[in-house]
């Protein structure tokens, strides 16, 4: 295994499970949830990557669900901006030190946790020019931090399109463009070319697989608004942990 413990491959798998899991239950949320967790037990430049080849691997697996909704204009709106903050978040994530990264992706998680939990109210639909800061910080978070890319991009699509149908495949169309850049970043910025990036992924592969499964199984027997409602303290919680540790270590 290397400099991964039988411990925190143990975590590994566990975390990727969940995460995806609670994906499979609500639709989105497998990096949000995963990434600052994992954090705790391998380098943030590794599960970053980490997290993008299964959430690349899981919308492959299921691109073609309502394909035939996806809304292609604001898919071509959000892409170029999107990709412009990817390459931001990159070049931050390999030159900046672990502790403001991981300070940084605490504060974030915990706003985004207590985000959800508040669930705030909105139906006005909003102008296309949103598509642009929606785009780039939605790149850059996901780029940077592995996490909170869906916030931004969701806020945009559900003040522009009505139906919920529509807000998930557009989502979903649109996330194969991103994480597929994402992917052919990070390898030009070496983050791919990790030997230990193999071992996560042998670990990782079958826990999504797992958690994907079960958690589309019973998706229909817990409430949106009660998944929401779990999804939120465990960000809240994951995010003031990984301050703490960074504050206890320094």
Known sequence: MGDLSPTAAAVVGAVVFFAFFVRGVSGFGSATIAIPLLAHVVPLKLAVPLLLALDFLATVATIRIDREHVNKTEVKRLIPWAMIGVITGA????RLPPQILLTGLGVLVVIFGIRTLLKPAGEAPVSHWWSVPAG???????SMFGSGAATPYMIYLTHRLSDKRKVRATFSGFAFFDYGFRLITFLFTGLLLQWAL????????????????????IHHRISNERALQVIGVMLVVSGVSLVVKVVWAG
């Open 136 to 142: 780039f910080t939605g790149g850059f978070f996901g």
């Open 198 to 217: 193999g071992i996560v992924l042998a670990i990782g592969v079958p826990a999504m697989a797992a958690g994907l499964y079960i958690g589309n199984r």
């Open 91 to 94: 070049l931050l994530l390999v």
